[in-house]
């Protein structure tokens, strides 16, 4: 389990205990400063918990000169423990760019939080590399030279923007190991160039769990969430309906760790995505996220949104066929809301167990071990 926290002061001491059924079957004492600092307690249990396991948070202890501000509380039940590997990830972007975010920043989260030894954008002698969305020549010579692994991952539309972007990817992901992609219409693309690929959905993008949409009386909230320069894509489908847009400049300023808060207030996000050269490397990471909180969603009937649909159990009434089509949907979506409520907010578990982090970095991990063991042959 982890924990993080920070002193008011110089000098701050915490305690973790944890008990099963009242029996402490784990402590840990850590002395914290004033910068942000994250407390890890490991502990074994020698089968299934005969009752429920509790935390108990202790600070500041007497030892301490102020207060302790406690957050970000966190635990992990870790059913196969192997070796653990290290990682360095080089992102485009910091955790307020999506990609960078679901793809980098909270996959090094997760792994710090079962302790292995990770990096974001700073320096570490590491097993695997992974350059997001950046082609970081120095860092494959360095990885040559210290007989590391280097992945390169893409989730966008960059390859088929111009010629001269095509081939500056292509001469990157011939001399990686491998390359992870964020959709089939990339793994295809990326198919000239690097036998050794990875299909690596988004995982849910959602920071706390224990938000969930409640059911209640459909009163026509419509939302739309995405980035500002797609905007457009609504305009498409919703001329003449009040839609909330949840987006940088917007009408609620996009916040990454405010989002799924302010979705609840609303009983219907739209989805729209028109299929072109520049979106058909888009994900369907938007539906994943409405489907984790339980928030009904109307989505358009792409490749991808149609195989997340499939994935999680839903039945293929989210999905809108055509620009035209939208108004209609929506209006009988009005008119059938509490059904349609209960269908989405049951899909919300599938949703977790398919795109949750724990299944989406095992099986990533799974295929880095893959590819370390073949560039060590």
């Known amino acids: 389990m982890r924990v993080t926290a920070r002193g008011a002061a110089r000098r701050g001491v915490l305690r973790l205990i944890v008990s099963e059924s009242g029996r402490e079957v784990a402590r840990g004492l850590f002395d914290v400063g004033t910068d942000w600092q994250r407390c890890r307690l490991e502990f074994r249990l020698a089968g299934a918990p005969a009752g429920p396991l509790s935390l108990a948070i202790e600070g500041p202890g007497p030892e301490s000169d102020g207060d302790l501000t406690i957050t970000d509380v966190r635990l992990v039940q870790i059913f196969d423990v192997a070796a653990p590997l290290s990682l360095r990830f080089l992102t485009r972007g910091s955790f307020l760019l999506p990609s960078s975010r679901l793809r980098a920043f ?29 082609r970081r020549w120095d860092a494959l010579a360095l990885a040559r030279l210290s007989g590391g692994t280097i992945v390169y991952d893409l989730d966008d539309n960059e390859l088929v923007q111009t010629r001269r972007r095509r081939l500056d990817i292509g001469a990157f992901s011939r001399m990686v190991d491998g390359v992870s992609v964020g959709s089939h219409f990339l793994d295809d693309l990326l198919g000239d160039f690097n036998k050794r690929r990875y299909l ?18 459909w009163g026509g909230r419509l939302v739309w969430f995405g980035m500002p320069e797609n905007a457009w894509m609504l305009e498409r489908v919703a001329a003449g309906l009040q839609v909330t847009r949840i987006t940088r400049g917007g009408d609620i300023d996009f916040d990454a760790k405010g989002i799924d808060r302010s979705l609840m207030d609303f009983d219907l996000a739209l989805l729209p995505v028109e299929l072109n050269a520049a979106t058909r490397a888009k994900n369907a990471n938007r539906l994943v996220k409405c489907a984790g909180l339980g928030l009904p969603f109307l989505a358009s009937d792409t490749p991808e949104n149609r195989r997340a649909v499939a994935a999680i159990g839903l039945d293929e009434e989210v999905l809108v066929a055509g620009e035209a089509d939208w108004p209609a949907r929506i209006a009988e979506t009005g008119r059938n809301y509490a059904a349609f409520h209960e269908r989405v907010a049951s899909a919300r578990e599938r949703a977790f167990a398919v795109y949750g982090r724990e299944r989406i970095v095992a099986d990533w991990i799974g295929w880095c071990r893959e590819l370390i063991a073949e560039h060590a042959r």
């Not at 090094?108 to 350059?131: E, H, K, M, S, T």
């Not at 690596?200 to 009386?217: F, G, K, T, W």
């Open 200 to 217: 690596l959905d988004n995982m849910v993008d959602i920071l706390d769990i224990d938000i969930v949409h409640e059911a209640r009386p």
């Open 106 to 134: 909270l996959i090094a989260d997760y792994l710090d939080l079962v302790g292995w030894p990770v990096a974001v954008n700073r320096p570490l002698r590491a097993d695997l590399v992974v350059c997001q969305k950046v």
